[in-house]
């Protein structure tokens, strides 16, 4: 595996379910982002991890729980979601969290809340 | 607050060269950014440059800035069906107050090749 992958690609979940994405990369980086892209809305940063530390948390409803174990792995753990929260949710990395510094994504997992 | 505005559709001929245009509101902006996102696929970082700069030249892709006019634009020399993607414009200021690590997208440029 290269570059950085999720799993899964697609997912059906009911607003009772309890999920988790999954998301890791294999460059060797310090930094891990979680996105939310919805149609016709900018993309969305929920979180950056930074050497494993939270570093950032944009007012994401606590419904959305992420954890990052070591620096390769993140996950994004999903409990009572809303239909509104239906969407494309992307994973980054980069060498480090400063600013400029080249992100790299993975595929996205589509989310769909029912 | 900051915002990046983009066309949302854009379509041309197989061959003929592809412009897209992306405006910005933070004059302070450091880094400038081109993505594009094939169809179930995620971003893919094209070009950047940095604010310092008027152009920069990769291969067929010509990225110009005006900053006075706070304009960026992409252009994409003899495009190829397999440039059908969505193009998104992006913005950075590593100064600006409170989360200066986000970046700020636009909507999207939806680039059609007809062959």
């Known amino acids: 595996e290269t570059g950085v992958t999720q799993t899964p690609r697609h997912l059906v979940m009911g607003m009772t379910n309890k999920k988790s994405l999954k998301c890791e990369q294999h460059l060797g980086h310090n930094a891990m982002y979680w996105y939310k892209q919805s149609a016709k809305k900018p993309l969305e940063l929920m979180f950056v991890?930074?050497?494993?530390?939270?570093?950032e948390n944009n007012s994401v409803p606590s419904r959305f729980s992420p954890e990052c174990p070591n620096s390769s792995h993140l996950f994004l753990h999903l409990h009572t979601l809303q239909p509104e929260d239906s969407a494309l949710y992307l994973c980054a990395s980069s060498q480090d969290a400063r600013t400029g510094s080249e992100q790299y994504f993975g595929p996205g997992t589509r989310l769909t809340v029912t | 607050g900051e915002d990046v505005e983009q066309s949302l559709f854009l379509s041309v001929r197989e061959g003929d060269s592809s412009v897209i245009n992306c405006t910005y509101t933070d004059s302070s902006s450091t880094y400038l950014y081109w993505y594009k996102q094939e169809p179930g696929a995620g971003l893919q970082l094209l070009t950047y440059?940095?604010?310092n700069m008027d152009m920069k030249q990769d291969q067929r892709l010509t990225v110009l800035l005006n900053k006075k006019d706070k304009h960026l634009s992409l252009r994409i020399a003899d495009t190829q069906t397999g440039d059908s993607a969505i193009y998104f414009c992006a913005e950075s200021n590593p100064h600006r107050a409170g989360n200066n690590r986000k970046l700020i997208w636009g909507l999207g440029t939806s680039l059609a090749v007809n062959p």
């Open positions: 440059i940095f604010s």
């Open positions: 991890y930074s050497l494993e530390e939270r570093v």
